[in-house]
């Protein structure tokens, strides 16, 4: 079955970097679209990035461009978010996607940015 386990998430100082990773199993990594959401307390899950599945197309939220970058490593079949720069207001539960005949979801990691 998909399997989805998402790994790196931690406490962070305003400015400081991660780097979250995606171990993928259960599909054909290569042929699918990944993506990055991430949700809040309160607030509704929202799109980070993704990446296609030949990894030549990324696309980012207008909140995150120019610091976090998504990559996968189709070797390892394994996404990864490197994210820099980070803000109190990044903090969120940071799910990893993927949709094959539906939407699968990894179980979260938290990343907490704060002083």
């Known amino acids: 079955q998909v399997q989805l386990v998402e790994s790196g998430g931690g406490l962070v100082q305003p400015g400081g970097s991660l780097r979250l990773s995606c171990a993928a199993s259960?599909?054909?990594?290569?042929?699918?679209?990944m993506g990055w959401y991430r949700q809040a307390p309160g607030k509704e899950r929202e799109l980070v990035a993704s990446?296609?599945?030949?990894?030549?197309?990324?696309n980012y939220a207008d909140f995150v461009k120019g610091r976090f970058t998504i990559s996968r490593d189709s070797a390892k079949n394994t996404v990864y978010l490197q994210m820099n720069s980070l803000k109190p207001e990044d903090t969120a539960v940071y799910y990893c996607n993927v949709r094959t005949v539906r939407y699968y979801w990894g179980q979260g990691t938290q990343v907490t940015v704060s002083s």
């Open positions: 259960g599909f054909t990594f290569s042929r699918y679209t």
């Open positions: 990446i296609t599945s030949a990894g030549g197309s990324r």
